[in-house]
């Protein structure tokens, strides 16, 4: 303290003598030694007049750092406070942690117990109530079963009523064995399966009725009996027109059916389908006569057939199958390609009096006479999908109100191929008569024409702006004895 005190004093102040004086307050204690030395200095100001100081008074400087007031080891303190608290800090949650984990494995201990007692009263509830069950057990009676044989009447001469009419027992003993089923390969090692169908034996020589679709007219075929024989068969004559076609197996003992008279068939009469759908041998299926004389168009060659409509299921397989009588006759050959995709049973046959002139004639020579061959595939204009196709194909609308048939091919061994039709273009015409659809193509040519007649034809060829420009033709028709047309 000596230094604060002292090292205010002036140089004025020693000169004259003067000693710093220490003031105290009323309770004893030093005054501080600037204000004293302030109180002198103003007195000796008042007491002598002021005089100009030769210097400045001189500026202590002061006698301490500024280290002083730092604080020293303070960083290293506060590091290990920081580690006891996090130390502190991990054993507290270290016990909290514990604390839970007594917690769940008792109520893990408590559960399981539970479980173990209720199970223990389970098992011995149980033996005790099996006890008392034991007790009023009865033992079953014999039980009878009983099983017996047809009468011995019920053989197949009851199948006949008498009235000469089959039950449906008796057309299926009776007629079964004369639909084989046909598997067509196209290979002759029998390796590629292309399809099966059902045909008629019609004679005992051999001689099968079938669909044409069945057959692949450069495909191998085999038939097999409702005896399970297999035997090899070869195409006799096809019409892919009316969808009919005849084959032949050598040295086989065929049962042949018995061929009815379809127009005697009436509305409302009983009949049978029996075939090979799905590849089912000897299927039989019933149901009534729903019409008759349907005129029925393929879908595959849109040629119209003579039909019996009927709600015996028809489904591939059937193809070529039998539509039967009660009499044990056949009425007609079932076809797919006659069945509606649209509605459930509404199955068609063609009649058998339309089918034996062309089984004859295909017997009889391998394909149907006067049958005649154009040489073009076309797309008519009978239905609006037709036309939405023939556009498709074009790539652009067909102008308003125009009619004729779309040539989408034309086949290069025919007459046709060497006038100025193109595929593209459109028949519009035949002999100066309209047509649009393929019935009247077909109906105006066979009704006029025959294979080898010169036919004359309009055509029109449109172009993408619209245009139609129109020109003349004339070909002539070409024999078709290959059954495909």
């Keep these: 303290m000596d230094d604060r005190e002292n090292f205010l004093n002036t140089d004025d102040n020693i000169a004259d003598g003067d000693t710093p004086v220490q003031n105290e307050d009323s309770s004893g204690t030093a005054a501080p030694a600037d204000e004293s030395v302030s109180a002198d200095v103003s007195s000796a100001q008042q007491d002598k007049p002021q005089e100009q100081p030769d210097s400045p008074p001189p500026v202590q400087q002061k006698k301490y750092d500024d280290f002083m007031y730092q604080p020293i080891g303070f960083e290293q303190y506060e590091r290990q406070n920081q580690a006891a608290a996090m130390e502190y800090a991990a054993k507290k949650e270290q016990h909290r942690r514990s604390f839970n984990e007594r917690i769940i494995i008792f109520l893990l201990a408590l559960i399981f117990a539970v479980t173990v007692g209720l199970a223990i009263f389970a098992v011995c509830w149980d033996v005790g109530r099996s006890g008392k069950s034991f007790e009023s057990y009865t033992p079953p009676q014999n039980v009878v079963v009983y099983q017996q044989s047809k009468p011995a009447s019920a053989d197949s001469e009851n199948y006949i009523g008498e009235d000469g009419r089959y039950t449906t027992e008796g057309i299926a003993a009776t007629v079964r064995p004369s639909i084989v089923e046909i598997y067509t390969y196209s290979d002759p090692a029998h390796q590629t399966l292309m399809g099966t ?289």
């Design 197 to 485: 169908g059902s045909g008629v034996v019609i004679s005992e020589d051999g001689y099968i009725v079938t669909n044409a679709h069945v057959l692949l007219s450069d495909g191998y075929h085999t038939i097999i009996t409702s005896d399970d024989a297999t035997y090899d068969a070869k195409i006799i004559g096809h019409d892919s027109k009316t969808d009919l076609a005849v084959i032949k197996v050598n040295g086989a003992d065929l049962q042949p059916a018995v061929l009815g008279n379809s127009d005697e068939v009436s509305v409302g009469e009983q009949v049978m389908a029996i075939g090979n759908p799905a590849g089912l041998s000897g299927s039989v299926t019933d149901g009534i006569v729903s019409a008759v004389n349907r005129k029925i168009r393929a879908d595959s060659t849109g040629f119209e057939m003579n039909c019996i409509q009927t709600n015996a299921a028809i489904s591939p397989g059937n193809s070529g199958g039998a539509l039967v009588n009660m009499y044990g006759q056949v009425i007609g050959i079932t076809s797919s390609k006659y069945v509606s995709s649209s509605y459930e049973g509404l199955g068609f046959a063609i009649t058998i009096n339309d089918a034996l002139p062309i089984i004859e004639e295909l017997i009889g020579q391998g394909y149907i006479s006067g049958r005649f061959r154009i040489g073009i595939q076309l797309i008519d204009m009978s239905s609006p999908y037709n036309i939405a196709g023939i556009e498709e194909e074009l790539g652009f609308p067909l102008p308003e109100d125009f009619k004729g048939i779309y040539i989408a091919e034309i086949s290069e061994d025919c007459d046709i191929a060497n006038t100025e039709l193109r595929p593209g273009d459109f028949i519009t015409a035949i002999n100066g008569k309209s047509i649009q659809t393929y019935d009247e193509l077909y109906d105006t040519i066979s009704s006029m024409y025959g294979a080898g007649d010169i036919v004359p034809a309009s055509c029109a060829r449109i172009d993408e702006d619209g245009n139609i420009h129109y020109f003349e033709i004339r070909f002539a028709l070409m024999e078709d004895t290959s059954g495909e047309y």
